[in-house]
């Protein structure tokens, strides 16, 4: 057995009694090599103990083979999901994937921008914490392709995102429909854009029934999270019967999941007294004690959608043209809000 470090292509092309591009195809376009010749190369690969170098490889190329994603929370589901689509049409192409977890502060966002720039990604796929980003701007026109998740974006860059406002007027249209009278939304920062769209989403539901928009409450949460529904839960509970309402769209399912737990702790029937409705569909909402109605968001589609748009960004190069790819969400019905529609 060689040393790693000591055995080269050229080594591995002598042994196997192949040439240098052959190693290469085994390498890198195994489908291309017929299955005997794969085999001695691989052979003799195992035998000298080479170990490609990557580094010398990113040098010669000027990128790696290595995407790089940053979500807002690796914590929730959401990302993950979308993470897991990423990896899947990403590994058909090669690639790798580094997740990276924003956490919501654009601070974080910053440093994992231009550590990912450093690197020489292959590219970033990234869930902006804010609407606009100056430092994406600048990576992008430094040479990194960049694709917004679940963001639109301007014309002039590919993003993948969820109709949100058509998703918030599902959400609340449904609990008009219920005959809700007194609506909440939960969730927050409203900074985070698709908080913010899927409240006007719920205002235009509000309209189109012919009610005042501004009768739509709104129960704002520092954070998109589990805590965060318990904590808006303490709240719904402690305000007086006639101004509680009767049904919470909750901008998310970990803030539904929490608001759920804290109305089982205090053992508010749902959805009889309270009717909640998430957003997402993670795999947690139909496994909820009691079933969470919640906005689907197709996950694993919009992160192997936003892979295509940048492996095919960086393929065509000058002659990419950037497109806007945008899914529609859909509800799912369950026994948290519905009272028979
Ligand atoms: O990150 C907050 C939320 O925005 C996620 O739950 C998902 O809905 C995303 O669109």
Do not use: W
Request: proline content about 4%.
């Amino acid at each position: 057995m060689g040393n790693a470090k000591s055995v080269s292509v050229t080594d591995v092309a002598a042994r196997a009694g192949v040439s240098l591009g052959t190693v290469s195809n085994v390498l890198n376009r195994p489908e291309k090599v017929a299955e005997g010749t794969r085999a001695r190369v691989l052979r003799a690969i195992g035998e000298l103990g080479f170990v490609r170098n990557e580094a010398a490889r990113q040098m010669r190329s000027g990128r790696s083979r290595t995407i790089g994603l940053i979500v807002l929370d690796t914590g929730n589901p959401f990302f993950t999901d979308i993470a897991a689509g990423v990896e899947h049409t990403a590994a058909e192409s090669g690639l790798s994937l580094f997740l990276c977890n924003s956490d919501e502060k654009t601070e974080r966002e910053r440093h994992y921008l231009s550590l990912l720039e450093e690197q020489r990604v292959y590219g970033v796929l990234v869930t902006p914490v804010l609407g606009r980003s100056t430092l994406i701007e600048d990576i992008r026109h430094r040479g990194t392709p960049v694709v917004l998740v679940d963001s639109g974006s301007s014309r002039q860059q590919c993003s993948v995102s969820v109709d949100d406002v058509v998703g918030g007027e599902l959400a609340v249209g449904h609990l008009l429909r219920q005959g809700h009278q007194r609506i909440a939304v939960v969730g927050g920062p409203v900074s985070i854009k698709q908080v913010a769209d899927r409240v006007a989403g719920g205002r235009a539901a509000f309209r189109a029934a012919g009610r005042d928009p501004r009768q739509l409450s709104f129960i704002e949460t520092d954070a998109l999270n589990v805590a965060g529904g318990r904590i808006a839960g303490e709240r719904i509970a402690g305000m007086p019967a006639r101004r509680r309402p009767t049904a919470a769209f909750c901008a998310n399912d970990l803030l539904a999941l929490g608001l759920l737990q804290e109305m089982t702790r205090r053992r508010v029937d749902v959805p009889g007294e309270l009717a909640i409705v998430g957003y997402d569909d993670i795999e947690f909402a139909a496994a909820a004690a009691v079933p969470l109605t919640s906005v689907r968001q197709p996950r694993m589609q919009l992160g192997q959608a936003a892979a295509s748009l940048l492996i095919e960004e960086v393929a065509q190069a000058e002659t990419h043209r950037h497109r806007q790819v945008v899914f529609e969400p859909e509800l799912v019905v369950r026994e948290s809000s519905d009272a028979g529609e």
